[in-house]
């Protein structure tokens, strides 16, 4: 059997179990009638907190994300979009399949000069030129997610200082839009427009926490819903939950100074054996060359690969957390 066969082989191997595991892993007809269930029980109680923990579990599910899909989006093309719109950059999915192209391409090229393997550059270039420009928009999204956590509780205390002042909700969100720079002050802006042109305060916050797919966000849009179907001091709500955020941030930065041994080690350890193999590549091609022509070691590299992806997976879980 040839490489190709191989290949071939694993691959109709492992879509066969895929698609087993959805199969048999369907909608549990239990499960289902007991959401049913408990549906009809919160619809009929007459309990505010089981009002409000109905308010609450669907607010939550309106927002969970489907299967590859983003949520607010209905299509890979839309979450793509949407995605390029949380970076806070004016990209368009063209520029940015456009990139995608000349990267896989550029180095395709390059190491098909340096190789000789057409197939190992192809590879090389398609894998290269779908995760450089991912992991750029996951670097902006990042930065501009962080950048929204870390004023977002000032703009909650700014809102709260409104409501205690007697200005309405309205008003006082058009204040924070004014007062709070950065992309807390877009957001309630473009809040702000939506409702001037008709929206209603709750689809514009949900239109926006789809689109910005932040918890903290979500947690203030859900606060708000609640309030509005029970009642209650929306002040003293938001002050507690703009504590509460607080404390969460300086939660995530203990983690993070905690776990950041453990993640240069992680990084070290999982990307060493490339650094090395791509620089004996560079150095001396022909010392590599049995990779790339005996069926043996690249079968043993290609097992070398899967072991450790599923180490760098196991490591990357061990030193993630969520709050």
């Not at 879509?15 to 959401?35: K, N, Q, T």
């Not at 999915?93 to 995608?100: P, V």
């Not at 977002?152 to 700014?158: A, C, H, R």
């Amino acid at each position: 059997m040839g490489t190709l066969q191989l290949l071939l082989l694993i691959g109709f191997l492992f879509v066969v179990m895929v698609a087993g595991y959805l199969i048999l892993s369907g909608p549990s007809a239990g499960r289902e009638s007991h959401r049913r269930l408990q549906a009809v029980r919160y619809r009929h109680s007459e309990s505010t907190d089981a009002k409000v923990e109905s308010q609450l579990k669907k607010a939550i599910a309106a927002r969970k994300p489907k299967m590859h899909k983003v949520a607010g989006s209905g299509s890979r093309i839309e979450a793509l979009a949407t995605r390029l719109n949380r970076s806070g950059k004016k990209w368009t999915l063209s520029q940015y399949l456009y990139a995608s192209l000349g990267v896989g391409a550029f180095v395709t090229v390059v190491l098909f000069l340096r190789t000789g393997a057409l197939l190992l550059s192809l590879g090389v270039g398609v894998l290269v030129g779908a995760g450089l420009p991912h992991m750029v928009l996951n670097y902006f999204i990042n930065k501009r997610t962080n950048s929204f956590t870390s004023k977002f509780p000032d703009g909650i205390e700014l809102l709260v200082r409104g409501l205690r002042s007697g200005l309405p909700v309205t008003e006082t969100l058009g204040v924070v839009a004014q007062e709070v720079p950065g992309p807390v002050g877009e957001e309630f802006k473009s809040i702000v427009e939506r409702i001037k042109i008709g929206r209603t305060m709750e689809e514009a916050l949900q239109e926006t926490g789809d689109r910005l797919g932040i918890p903290e966000f979500n947690f203030f849009t859900i606060t708000l819903a609640i309030q509005r179907e029970t009642g209650g001091n929306l002040a003293e709500t938001l002050s507690n939950l703009a504590d509460v955020l607080r404390k969460r941030a300086q939660m995530k930065l203990k983690i993070k100074a905690m776990s950041s041994e453990s993640k240069a080690s992680a990084y070290i350890v999982g990307s060493l054996p490339f650094i090395v193999f791509f620089m004996i590549i560079w150095i001396n091609p022909s010392y590599m060359d049995g990779f790339f022509t005996d069926d043996r070691l690249i079968v043993a590299g290609l097992g070398g690969l899967v072991w450790m992806s599923i180490g760098g997976f196991i490591m990357a879980k061990m030193v993630s957390f969520e709050i």
